[in-house]
């Protein structure tokens, strides 16, 4: 079993910043993709970014690419998400997820999901 808790969501306006983090526990957190989705009100979750735990390679939704960057610190067991110039249409909740692109479990209800956080861009 892996446990992991988001942090660092919150309110900012349209072109700040936020990173969030993605603390995990439990079972090896190097040996695990980890990545994030979120979810607008009303709409299904959708992919934002994803990172390998062999290579460290990064992949990202077209909507948050050259804005947002993903980050593992595998000793410190945490995946991070540097969120630039934001604008009011990534207000979400953000939910960290891991588990083995390969094996198709990254993602999915056979991964790992944590609780979200929420973040809010006004105008």
């Known amino acids: 079993q892996v446990q992991l808790v988001e942090s660092g969501g919150g309110l900012v306006q349209a072109g700040g910043s936020l990173r969030l983090s993605c603390a995990a526990s439990g079972r090896t957190f190097r040996r695990y993709d980890m990545g994030w989705f979120r979810q607008a009100p009303g709409k299904e979750r959708e992919f934002v970014a994803t990172i390998t735990w062999s290579s460290g390679n990064s992949r990202y939704a077209d909507s948050v690419k050259g804005r947002f960057t993903i980050s593992r610190d595998d000793a410190k067991n945490t995946v991070y998400l540097q969120m630039n110039s934001l604008k009011p249409e990534d207000t979400a909740v953000y939910y960290c997820?891991?588990?083995?692109?390969?094996?198709?479990?990254?993602?999915?209800?056979?991964?790992?999901w944590g609780q979200g956080t929420q973040v809010t861009v006004s105008s």
């Open positions: 997820a891991a588990g083995d692109l390969r094996a198709g479990t990254w993602g999915t209800d056979r991964g790992y």
